[in-house]
């Protein structure tokens, strides 16, 4: 494993004395050249565990530090514009009175007039918005503006790159096309970065690991394979995408389920919470030989395009199948579902059973 570029050990931080912190002891590194996601819902400390890092907020206890260098810690404080990290906010926060050039140069104001010149020029070149140097900020679109917020970031050539939800205000096509160039221009340069966000599929897409937050705490860490496939904790597997929870004895790795005989992982023995996502479970026809599945029928079926997610009463619980656009089965007809895998999770305190979004 190389040295990490970033460390973030014990972080805490309580903005009032009478309430539970916003971020409580939270630790993970980031290494050099990694794209690092953190990933929650809204207002779990996502955005004030960035602003820590990068010296916009003071730290109760713990430590930050970068290339060996302690920026935050006992009696340590190191100001935003010494810490050698660039940050996207999520609004811009461009200057409305400076030009494309202006803006973007801003961001190297301790250079030289020749080298802050040629550097604006060529980051601008690098984001693509050359021609669109003399234009005021809103005379740009939300994708131009944020490729400026981009340049004026990494003119400075900072080592770790912070973006808070800089994608949020894009349509959902820009959305996808500036995630890419953003991510192939980091890896161009070398650059580390950390992206917050609360959309799943933006960080599984974007990150190399990513941490998922809850309540100001960190749940699991890992790469986007490990936490979707993997995830330790029902809270996970429920926020990384749609899953079925069920309740099963596990012996020697295995369960007996409604869907079959099924292979578990995770750490598991005895009476289990399993975590199985819609992709993971097989539809046959009603005759199909099944090893103990029961048999159930289709109640709801939402088209999406590419494919088609089931929802299928089983023994009076309601579950989601994931299947492909030619599947042959309708609402109304009697199927068998055949689990592929199944994952032990720990339970949160108050389980949901399931969820009924985007099915009719
Ligand atoms: P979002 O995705 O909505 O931005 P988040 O996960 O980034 O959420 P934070 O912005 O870190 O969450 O906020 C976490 C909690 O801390 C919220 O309840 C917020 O109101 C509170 N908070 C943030 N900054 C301050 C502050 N300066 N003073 C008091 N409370 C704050």
Not at 242 to 262: D, L, M, S
Not at 296 to 318: L, P, S, W
Request: with cysteine; hydrophobic share 40%.
């Amino acid at each position: 494993m190389p040295t990490p570029l970033l460390t973030v050990n014990a972080l805490t931080k309580r903005f009032r004395a009478n309430q539970s912190p916003t971020v409580k002891n939270i630790n993970f590194s980031v290494y050099p050249g990694e794209i690092f996601a953190l990933l929650g819902p809204s207002g779990c400390g996502k955005t004030t565990t960035l602003r820590i890092i990068a010296g916009f907020e003071q730290a109760d206890a713990g430590t930050v530090v970068m290339d060996k260098r302690i920026l935050t810690g006992d009696d340590i404080y190191v100001p935003p514009e010494s810490r050698g990290i660039g940050f996207v906010f999520q609004d811009y926060a461009l200057f409305p009175h400076k030009n494309v050039f202006e803006n973007v140069a801003f961001g190297l104001r301790k250079a030289t007039k020749k080298d802050r010149q040629e550097r604006t020029l060529e980051v601008l070149s690098m984001v693509g918005m050359t021609d669109l140097q003399a234009r005021l900020p809103h005379h740009l679109s939300g994708g131009e503006q944020q490729r400026v917020a981009l340049a004026r970031a990494i003119i400075a050539r900072p080592k770790l790159l912070l973006l808070d939800e800089p994608f949020s205000s894009l349509d959902p096509g820009l959305r996808q096309t500036t995630r890419e160039e953003v991510r192939a221009l980091l890896k161009a340069e070398g650059i580390s970065a950390i992206l917050v966000t609360h959309a799943q599929e933006e960080a599984l897409s974007f990150a190399e690991r990513l941490g998922v937050m809850k309540d100001g705490t960190l749940e699991q860490v890992g790469t986007p394979e490990a936490v979707y496939q993997q995830p330790k904790t029902a809270y996970v597997a429920d926020f990384l995408g749609q899953t079925n929870f069920i309740e099963a004895h596990v012996k020697n790795g295995f369960a007996q389920t409604p869907f079959g005989h099924v292979k578990v992982t995770g750490e598991a023995a005895g009476d289990a919470l399993l975590s199985i996502r819609p992709e993971c479970l097989k539809m046959l026809a009603s005759d199909s030989w099944s090893s103990g599945a029961k048999t159930g029928r289709i109640v709801g079926q939402a088209f999406k395009g590419h494919d088609y997610t089931h929802r299928v009463e089983v023994g009076g619980r309601h579950y989601f199948v994931q299947n492909d656009y030619n599947c042959p089965f309708q609402i109304g007809d009697t199927v068998v579902l055949i689990a592929v895998s199944a994952v032990a999770v720990t339970p949160e305190t108050q389980q949901t059973d399931g969820e009924t979004d985007n099915v009719a």
